[in-house]
Each structure stands twice: as structure tokens, then as C-alpha cells.
């Protein structure tokens, strides 16, 4: 499986963004998907997960209530909105199942400016 984040860029604070990832060699059934993030100097963090039907969410605190995950059609595209980001959600964007079992893309980075 190969995982490829884009959408990432520069954003005000306060602003809005929508990441995305493809997944290419099989789809999301079954495992769910995630994303995670990276912050300079820091180690990659969870942000927020979807099971396979985008009927169970689950977010971290720093992201509840500003940003959304979702699957997109087709099931092998799924999203994540960032409304409101603040300076602290600069980062690179990665997308892995739940428990990272697949290679790491590159992800995308995300700059927020305050």
C-alpha cells in the first residue's frame, strides 16, 4: 500500500484547510484510517482515526471540535478539514491506518501562521 497526503500549505490562523490521502494497492476497508502529524523537534502524534463506514471518529483534544476526518468516495480517499487552525497544528501530515501498519508517505506539511 502506498499512502500519498496533499493539500497541505500556509494558512492564517483562524483559516481553514483540507488534506487528503490516496491510498493506492488496496482500500481502506477494514483497518479504518488515521491521520497523524509531525512537528519539528517532536515525535509524530495521533490527530484523529475513522473505521472503515466513517461512523466512528475519535480525535485528540488539541483537534476536537476544529477539525473533521472523513472517507471520501471512492473509499480509498479519505480527509481531513482543519477549521481554525492555530500555530501549534504546524506540522507534517501523515495518513496510516490506526496503527501505522503501512509505510509512512511523505506526508504533507501544514504551516500556520498566528
Known amino acids: 500500500v502506498q499512502l500519498q497526503a496533499s493539500g497541505g500549505g500556509a494558512v492564517q490562523a483562524g483559516g481553514s484547510l483540507r488534506l487528503a490521502c490516496a491510498a493506492s494497492g488496496r482500500s481502506f476497508a477494514a483497518l479504518g484510517m488515521a491521520w497523524f502529524r509531525q512537528a519539528p523537534g517532536k515525535e509524530r502524534e495521533f490527530v484523529a482515526r475513522?473505521?472503515?463506514?466513517?461512523?466512528?471518529?475519535y480525535y485528540s483534544d488539541s483537534v476536537k471540535g476544529r477539525f473533521t476526518i472523513s472517507i471520501g468516495n471512492p473509499k480509498n480517499i479519505l480527509h481531513l478539514q482543519m477549521n481554525s487552525p492555530k500555530p501549534e497544528d504546524t506540522a507534517v501530515y501523515y495518513c496510516?491506518?490506526?496503527?501505522?501498519?503501512?509505510?509512512w508517505g511523505q506526508g504533507t506539511q501544514v504551516t500556520v501562521s498566528s
Open positions: 496510516n491506518s490506526p496503527e501505522g501498519s503501512y509505510a
Open positions: 475513522t473505521d472503515w463506514l466513517g461512523t466512528r471518529l
